[in-house]
């Protein structure tokens, strides 16, 4: 059973940068499609990033194009979201979610289950990590 679980995150400035860390147990990444979410309250989750299983695809929402990135580690079995450029409206808490065998994230797709912004594709999520951007 695969478990995730996300660090990294705090407060930070506007025009400040974060690294959030996404560490998996109980099975390698390999093979698995990672996506970012946030979620504010009262709001539904918001998709941020997928890079799907093969990391051929990568698909980014538009509010992050350009700032957000996403990197992995295999040999730490770890995943990152590098932040940079931070504005106060990325203020959320920030969840990392896997699924099995999944080679949509396509930035091309308008369907949430082939671009990989839904939750609706994943099966195992971290518990979230709080971000908040603020002078």
């Known amino acids: 059973q695969l478990q995730l679980v996300e660090s990294g995150g705090g407060l930070v400035q506007p025009g400040g940068s974060l690294r959030l860390s996404c560490a998996a147990s109980g099975s390698t990444l390999d093979y698995y499609a990672i996506g970012w979410f946030r979620q504010v309250p009262g709001k539904e989750r918001e998709g941020v990033l997928c890079i799907n299983s093969s990391g051929g695809n990568t698909n980014y929402a538009d509010s992050v194009k350009g700032r957000f990135t996403i990197s992995r580690d295999k040999a730490k079995n770890t995943v990152y979201l590098e932040m940079n450029s931070l504005k106060p409206e990325d203020t959320a808490v920030y969840y990392c979610?896997?699924?099995?065998?999944?080679?949509?994230?396509?930035?091309?797709?308008?369907?949430?289950?082939?671009?990989?912004?839904?939750?609706?594709?994943?099966?195992?999520w971290g518990q979230g990590t709080q971000v908040t951007v603020s002078s």
């Open positions: 979610a896997a699924v099995y065998g999944y080679l949509y994230c396509s930035p091309y797709a308008s369907d949430p289950l082939e671009n990989g912004m839904g939750p609706g594709p994943y099966e195992y």
